[in-house]
């Protein structure tokens, strides 16, 4: 099953490389990473996706909580939680309408003669859908974010200063 972990460490060298250490000591694969400033320059915030069980889940969170750059940790999924994606996507521009596009809710970006650039946000489900209808077309490459997700409850993922 897969899972959404939020983390937020101290903006050091090296937290990073810690954190995915801890992954592949362990043997748990990490499927999504994002890693992004928050607004206190001395933290960032790790969003990650992997698979696994509640109890693997359990064991994650409680191995990143001892971390010494890991100042708090989140599992998403215990609680609702909104997840989503951005994706960039390069097409032949001759392989694509503008009405597939409105279909497909893409967003333009980049537009030449020769290719145009979309981007899509939504849940990786959604978009997972998307890339099977998309390599229909003369697609160049495709980019994603990976999972970004946040709480839907009063639960914050902050230290108190």
């Known amino acids: 099953m897969k899972r959404v972990i939020a983390l937020l ?4 060298p090296g937290a990073l490389s810690r954190v995915v250490g801890l992954f592949s000591q362990r043997g748990y ?7 992004a400033p928050t607004t206190d320059p001395t ?11 509640e109890k693997i889940v359990q064991q994650i969170t409680k191995q990143l ?3 010494i750059d890991v ?14 994606e951005l994706m960039l996507v390069k097409l032949n ?26 981007q899509f946000v939504g849940e990786p489900d959604k978009l997972d859908k998307l890339v099977k209808e998309l390599n229909k077309k003369e697609v160049l490459e495709i980019v994603r974010s990976g999972s970004l997700g946040i709480s839907s409850n009063a639960k914050t993922l902050t230290i108190n200063k």
């Open 71 to 84: 100042v708090t940790v989140a599992d998403l999924g215990e609680s609702d939680f909104v997840e989503t």
């Open 93 to 118: 521009k001759s392989s694509i309408t503008g009405n597939e596009i409105e279909k497909f809710e893409g967003k333009v970006v980049f537009e030449d003669s020769e290719i145009i650039n979309l």
């Open 65 to 67: 909580d001892k971390l």
């Open 29 to 35: 694969n990490i499927e999504t990473l994002i890693v």
């Open 9 to 12: 460490m101290e903006n050091q």
């Open 43 to 53: 933290l960032s915030r790790l969003t990650m996706s992997t698979n696994g069980d």
